[in-house]
């Protein structure tokens, strides 16, 4: 589905093309034309990947809480499903656009490059790229198929297209960045693809702490190869990465939400507050109570 007050874009979509073309699309993209119509930004990320494209103003957020990242214009700020996001300040001069994409059209578009989009998002938390006009040309080309008449015939492979056009340029983009060297040489096709189903399931989880088993068993794969695959590609065991994917998940909930402790422990799958209270302390290395004191937005 793409769903905008009036479809598409303001400027290419008539009003009335937003039902067909969400009608097309069936939930796996939203594009959304306006971030200042957006109340509540976090509330995004279930389920999506996220790009925003700044073409004026300027946006700060804080992902995963505890990164803080920038953007201004003839950037995109991207952020993988999974992530906690939060909005810090967000300029009155904005002018940037959201597009929101499904795990699984992610996967579709990208095929075996989604090893590039899981190492910077996961591992080396890249979350900014120019994007050096190419997202303009691409918008440009979309007006003169949208504008007039109805949907093409093949709406849903041309969409198909300009998606993985646009998801190869950003990989590609997000390959010339410094800390982008390539994934572990002694890593094949199938340990990374192993790697990538676990990242997209951990992402998929509101409940992430779990057993490392719990996850093998919905991959099919025994815990010991689960873990064997994750430390040859990104050099942490599979406990490693759930473990700082559930802190992220409390630090965000204790920050940005009036959440109690006792019903952030309920949110997260935690048998009893005292056990959470435990289990954060020894991550952060003080209590639940003390870090939202210290930390806790005004």
Not at 29 to 34: A, K, Q, R, S, T
Not at 257 to 277: A, C, H, M, Q, Y
């Amino acid at each position: 589905m793409i769903e905008t007050s009036r479809g598409l874009n303001d400027s290419y979509i008539e009003q009335n093309r937003g039902p067909k073309i969400n009608e097309a699309l069936d939930g796996d993209v939203m594009f959304l034309h306006d971030l200042r119509k957006i109340t509540n930004l976090s509330a995004m990320r279930k389920g999506y990947n996220t790009i925003i494209h700044c073409q004026g103003g300027r946006i700060l957020v804080e992902i995963g809480g505890n990164q803080q990242v920038k953007i201004r214009p003839g950037q995109m700020l991207l952020i993988p499903a999974g992530k906690l996001v939060q909005p810090l300040m967000i300029s009155t001069d904005v002018n940037a656009s959201v597009l929101l994409i499904s795990d699984k059209t992610l996967k579709s578009a990208l095929g075996n490059q989604l090893s590039i989009w899981n190492k910077a998002m996961y591992m080396k938390e890249i979350y900014v790229v120019e994007e050096a006009g190419w997202v303009e040309a691409m918008e440009s080309y979309a007006r003169t198929i949208f504008k007039t008449g109805p949907l093409p015939v093949l709406f849903r492979e041309i969409l198909s297209s300009f998606l993985r056009m646009m998801l190869l340029m950003i990989c590609e983009e997000l390959m010339q960045h410094d800390d982008m060297t390539s994934l572990n040489d002694a890593s094949t096709t199938h340990d990374k693809e192993v790697f990538n189903e676990f990242l997209q399931l951990l992402s998929q989880q509101n409940q992430k702490r779990q057993r490392v088993s719990y996850y093998a068993d919905k991959m099919n794969i025994s815990p010991k190869y689960l873990s064997s695959i994750c430390k040859k590609v990104s050099g942490k065991n599979p406990m490693r990465w759930i473990t700082e994917n559930a802190m992220q998940d409390c630090y965000s909930l204790l920050k940005d939400t009036d959440l109690s402790v006792k019903e952030i422990s309920n949110r997260l799958g935690f048998p009893n507050p005292s056990f959470f209270g435990q289990y954060f302390r020894e991550q952060a290395g003080v209590t639940p109570m003390e870090y939202r004191i210290e930390h806790k937005r005004i």
